[in-house]
């Protein structure tokens, strides 16, 4: 599976936009890129994936590039409970046999009162 | 609640002891994963049941890691002589077999080794 560069940390004021970069120059053609956050002492939780097109959902919405060199995740109005560890993957489709997870460190999202 | 359970959620143990983690992954989802992760760092794959079959498992889990899908429902993993180095909150996560479909994970299990 590529390999993806997120950075350590960000913080994000209560109510605004949170925009979380990462880079998967490597991807396949083939690849899913996924996005799961992490709240502290919890299991990791499932946000949103997409293959080329803009997705949306009701926790976020992933911008993919047109190279899919790298995506954006955004959290349109971040809340306090959005602190988390926000995991970027690429993945291919079924994940191979197995369907793992291949995790990185993530980036640490501070939303700030 | 039907989520992924893990139970127990925090367990002490001395180092050379036993030790066994027990997950109940959501009852339709025919996959089920083991995580570990330490400090710092994001989940690391362990081992991989599709129904009652282990299929996959990492270098990581060493010797003296065992983990079993009974009856393709449950699952323990079991750590025999425990190290300091085991020290770690264990994951487990489930999902269906096919498509891109996100993994369920529950809250972990907690160990530490004194």
């Known amino acids: 599976d590529a390999k993806t560069t997120q950075p350590p940390s960000m913080d994000c004021a209560e109510g605004r936009a949170a925009n979380l970069p990462c880079n998967h120059s490597t991807i396949s053609g083939n690849e899913y890129v996924y996005w799961y956050r992490q709240i502290h002492s919890q299991g990791p939780q499932y946000i949103i994936h997409?293959?080329?097109n803009n997705e949306t959902n009701e926790m976020a919405s992933l911008i993919i590039t047109e190279d899919r060199k790298s995506s954006t995740l955004i959290l349109p109005h971040a809340t306090l409970r959005d602190t988390a560890v926000y995991y970027c993957i690429v993945r291919a489709p079924y994940g191979g046999a197995t369907n793992k997870l291949i995790f990185g460190t993530g980036t640490l999202l501070a939303v700030q009162p | 609640d039907t989520g992924v359970s893990q139970d127990p959620r925090h367990k002490i143990t001395k180092r050379g002891q036993n030790v066994t983690f027990r997950c109940d992954p959501i009852?339709?989802?025919?996959?089920l994963y083991w995580y570990r992760q330490t400090l710092g760092q994001g989940p690391e794959f362990l081992t991989y049941?599709?129904?009652?079959?282990?299929?996959?498992k990492s270098r990581l889990l060493s010797d003296r890691f065992s983990a079993e899908r009974p009856k393709g429902s449950f699952s323990t993993l079991e750590i025999q002589r425990t190290e300091q180095g085991d020290s770690a909150m264990y994951l487990c996560?489930?999902?269906?077999?096919?498509?891109?479909?996100?993994?369920?994970f529950g809250q972990g299990t907690r160990l530490t080794v004194v």
């Open positions: 049941f599709q129904n009652e079959a282990q299929l996959e």
């Open positions: 997409g293959l080329k």
């Open positions: 996560a489930s999902s269906f077999r096919a498509g891109n479909t996100e993994a369920f």
């Open positions: 009852s339709e989802h025919n996959r």
